[in-house]
């Protein structure tokens, strides 16, 4: 399928669509061995061979990013007076066109998947495909004693859950949907509000091996497994 130029270096990182704009109007970007100076030029970037100064680019029709994103930082992709989850990103993941699978509130910590895949985004984050989220949350009151049994027969509304205790004031939570603020409204109902709160596990997707901040690119494997764990694998 063929593609804006402009449109192509900007999903390979190489910056925002304007900036991107200015490499090629500067003559830095050669396709096929031309030098193009329009940035509307269409090209098939699967089948083009693009460079940059003479550096061949590789191209990756889509971009899977897990962010162990840190409290105090929002869920979007773009915000004039607050850090966002795009901005935590080092430069060799940053993609103009990388998008947050659902959303953690400011206040929680934990795994973060990004993506470019329009589809994979829209069936993890959809009901239908009940991708599990696990979450590790400490509470500011003591668990009552029938809380896994409340959790399992669905508290407050919301879809059944399962409710693994740890101690009077910690507890692992499995859900299958993603409504917001649920794990907080969850416990609030219980009567033991959360004071903090990570998320560990998202479908295949484990946080470990990553610092509060901390980012990498998906394994193969894991993004082979995501794909099977809604049907486009
Ligand atoms: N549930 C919440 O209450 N907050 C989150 O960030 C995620 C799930």
Redesign the pocket.
Known sequence: MKERLDRVLAHLGLGTRKEVGRLIRAGEVRVDGMVVRDRGFKLDPEAARIELRGEPLHYARHFYVLLYKPAGVITATRSDSEETVLDLLPNDLWRDDLRPVG???RD?EGLLLLTTHGTLLHRLTHPRWKVAKV?YAELAADLPADATRRFAAGIAGFAPAGLEVLSPRAARVTLRE?KY?????MFAALGSP?AY?L?EGFGPLELQGLEPGGARSLEPREVGALLKAVDLG
């Open positions: 959303r953690l509130d929680t979450y993603g603020h649920q794990v907080r409204r959360v709160l998320r």
